[in-house]
């Protein structure tokens, strides 16, 4: 029985969804509602046993599992570690565990415990990049810096975790558009993650004012254009050190597009050319959601 509101990455749609952890212990960042209606706690031992004890018997040929909500990596290493581990002995078919993480858990790790999560077989995290750019990750309390996210990618690839990271078109508006997009692309160029989503701002109810408020001057929104606009700078700026697997498919996007970079280079500028000269072809704003 799920503790909702529920979210996981795109990707982990196949997965089962463990919630080790409900709500996000920092619940600050000025564009995000996801856990604002919960109260940050980690779930009891005991608890999380139940349900796995339940649900290997349910589903015995799960390869995938996710670990909810916002900061599974908030958790003690050693309970991680045991509820890994456990996870692990109860799904013999199990591939791969992975999580979200924010750079301040991943900073907060010593070596050691990376090493460990890594060899209990936490095998991938998930972590919300935003923007490069310095001054807008103060505008949008997102609660860390460029050259803290840099090092938490680091590390994470260090200890040879898959890394997928995500950015967000229009966060810093038109006024910053172009900063946004060449600080992202140039700290997305240097960390290189496995994976990379560009998702597009949808500021929901209960949290425009409170954003606008933060944002500390104007928000002036892009337009759809500008989005395509600034989805083409990123992809054109994009110099991965090693194959980056970008997506920008999120139910949030105007259009759902991906391919390899810098492989795909090419062909993704070409249909974002398309789209700015086709703009009915992109999803109605009211299917839009963050
Ligand atoms: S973006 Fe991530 S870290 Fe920020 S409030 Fe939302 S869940 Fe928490």
Redesign the pocket.
Same mark, same amino acid.
């Given at each position: 029985m799920y503790d909702y509101p529920l979210f996981r990455p795109p990707s982990e749609a196949n997965s089962l969804i463990f919630q080790v952890t409900l709500g996000?212990s920092?619940?600050?960042?000025s564009f995000?509602n996801? +856990?604002r209606t919960k109260e940050y706690r980690e779930r009891q031992w005991e608890e999380i046993k139940t349900e796995v004890d339940i649900t290997s018997s349910a589903y015995p040929e799960t390869r995938r599992i996710f670990l909810a909500d916002?900061?599974a990596l908030n958790l003690q290493t050693d309970k991680l570690i045991k509820i890994i581990k456990y996870l692990y002995s109860s799904f013999s078919n199990l591939e791969r565990v992975a999580c +979200?993480a924010?750079p301040k858990n991943l900073l907060q790790k010593s070596d050691f415990d990376l090493d460990k999560l890594r060899e209990a077989g936490l095998g991938m995290m998930y972590l919300?990049i935003e923007t490069g750019n310095d001054a807008l990750l103060m505008k949008i309390t997102?609660g860390a810096t460029s050259k803290g996210i840099l090092q938490a990618c680091q590390k994470a690839k260090a200890h040879n975790f898959v890394l997928s990271c995500m950015v967000i078109l229009g966060i810093g508006g038109s006024t910053y558009t172009k900063q946004h997009i060449d600080d992202t692309a140039r700290l997305v160029s240097v960390l290189s993650p496995d994976y990379l989503a560009a998702l597009n701002l949808q500021l929901e109810e209960g949290i425009y004012e409170e954003f606008i408020r933060k944002f500390g001057e104007p928000y002036i929104p892009v337009s759809d254009y500008e989005v395509l606009d600034e989805l083409e700078r990123l992809v054109s700026q994009i110099s991965p050190q090693r194959s980056i697997v970008f997506r920008a498919n999120h139910a949030s996007n105007v259009y759902s597009l991906g391919g390899t970079l810098p492989d795909d280079r090419k062909r993704i500028l070409s249909l974002i050319e398309g789209l700015k000269k086709r703009p009915e072809l992109l999803k109605p704003k009211v299917l839009r959601r963050f």
């Open positions: 996000c920092f619940n600050r960042c995000c996801m +856990y916002g900061d +979200y924010m919300g997102k």
